[in-house]
Structures are given as C-alpha cells and as structure tokens.
C-alpha cells in the first residue's frame, strides 16, 4: 500500500510465565520501522543507543536508512502483547540517509460516528500526525467501544487497506474480522466504516509505488547485490554497530548465497 510494505498483527495474546516476547539485536536497511501497540510494553534498545519503552497509544519510529541494529523484549504486565508493526520503504533520494530513532508519545485522535480515530501517520480529520515520513502515506487506528457507524474520507490518488484488530466490522458493507486484509485500488474518495459491537480497525494508505521493492529478512533494497551485502556486513560484524543495553544474543542473516531475488 504506497510506501507501506509489510505489517506484523502480534497478538492479541498472553505468553506463558516466562520472559514472554525477546527478538535479539537484529538489523535493517532501506526501511522505516512503524510500531504501534495496542496492550502490552515493549522495550526498544538499538545500535544508535536508544532506550525506550513502548506503550499502548503511543509510536516508535525507527528510520534505518544505511543500517541500523535493534532489540526488542516484552515487559510490564506479564503475559499481554497486542501490537501492529510496519515496515515502510524508503524513496530512492533517502535509502541511504543516516539511520535515527524517535518515539511519539502522543498523536491527534479525533472522535466521529462512535469511533476513537487516532491519526498515526500523514492527515485525516483536519489532523496531521507528527510522525516523520518521506513519502505520502496515511495511517489511521479507529477504535469503537459499542456499535458505531461512520463515513471517512479518502485520498483518491492513495490506494488503501484495512485490517481488523478486534472484533467484526463492516467496510463498505463487506464483513472483515481479524486475519482479514481488505484492500482498495486508488480512485476512492470515501470508505464507510461500521460496527455493532466493540472493534478495532487498523487503515493504511498511500501512493503506488512504481514497482515493488525488494524484501528478504529484514531488509528492503532494489537489488540482490544489496541485500546479500547486508548479510555479510551484519554477520561480520561491520557496518549495524553494537546495540548497548540488551543481553539478548544478535540474530545472525540466513545464508544469501545462491538466492534468485528479484522484484515482484
């Protein structure tokens, strides 16, 4: 959907007692990491030594740009974890930008037709989220306590998506409960959104991008060249750094020798 190229639905679940969830100093490049949770805490510790703690409501926004390197491990209430994250490419002119890290504690919400809108990224409702991006995108988490019913406009050059986090709703009348992706080609100006019961909804968008980049592990590129060279850096030690502060152990690439990549 535009620049937006993978999304993670984590959750809604509950770990066994234990250390619940730990995902080791792992690296990216090409890409801005977009994490928002819904319940739980996550701790952030990367290769540019931040440290910070996610909680429900709020957005990391990790620009990886050249490389960086990041850990992440569930905290807080024991067992809980319910989050979205996603991957966003980077524009050619900023692939190779220095790498950087912000948290955004808070962003616009504006009420309407019995749903909590929260503007995560770009504009809707005459707010603007202040998350950094490089391409038109838009990103909206609309949360219904009871039933609700309303009309939201849309930028016709975007095409859009929405995913359902919790509960059944409806999207333009179609039914969509959670594991459901609908999508929508650019042309639309409106989407009606509808619930008669608590739900959640997750809406995305943004302007075609001309062709698919490349996606192996955690790497978003053009080329396989890139990507294999990532590997090697990341498995030799050179170029991500050390992320300070975690004691997991690093995430080693898969082997990329031999791969056929190519885009979609």
């Given amino acids: 959907m535009g620049a937006w190229c993978f999304l993670d639905h984590?959750?809604?679940?509950?770990?066994?007692?234990?250390p619940g969830m730990r995902v080791g100093p792992?690296?990216?490049?090409?890409?801005q990491t977009f994490t928002w949770v819904i319940e739980g805490e996550v701790l952030h510790h990367d290769s540019?030594?931040?440290?910070q703690v996610i909680r429900p409501g709020q957005v990391n926004l990790m620009t990886a740009g050249r490389g960086i390197a990041h850990s992440e491990e569930s905290i807080g209430e024991?067992?809980?974890?319910h989050a979205a994250q996603l991957w966003i490419a980077l524009p050619d002119d900023e692939r190779e930008r220095p790498p950087a890290f912000t948290h955004y504690p808070d962003l616009p919400v504006v009420s309407q037709g019995g749903f909590r809108v929260t503007v995560l990224a770009g504009e809707a409702l005459g707010c603007r989220s202040p998350t950094a991006l490089y391409s038109p995108l838009v990103g909206l988490d609309l949360t219904a306590g009871q039933a609700g019913r309303t009309r939201l406009p849309l930028q016709a050059a975007f095409e859009h998506a929405?995913?359902?986090l919790n509960g059944h709703a409806r999207v333009d009348g179609q039914a969509i409960e959670p594991g459901t992706l609908l999508v929508a080609d650019p042309g639309h100006d409106a989407v009606e959104l509808a619930c008669d019961a608590a739900a959640q909804l997750l809406l995305i968008g943004g302007v075609p991008w001309p062709r698919p980049p490349l996606i192996w592990w955690n790497f978003v590129a053009r080329t396989a060249g890139e990507i294999a060279q990532a590997a090697a850096d990341w498995n030799a030690g050179r170029r991500f750094g050390d992320v300070p502060g975690t004691t997991l152990a690093r995430i080693a690439a898969p082997d990329a020798a031999g791969l056929r990549l190519r885009s979609g």
């Fill in 162 to 164: 929405v995913l359902c």
């Fill in 48 to 51: 540019l030594g931040h440290r």
């Fill in 26 to 31: 792992h690296p990216h490049i090409g890409l």
């Fill in 10 to 18: 984590a959750g809604p679940l509950r770990f066994p007692p234990g």
């Fill in 78 to 81: 024991a067992g809980a974890m």
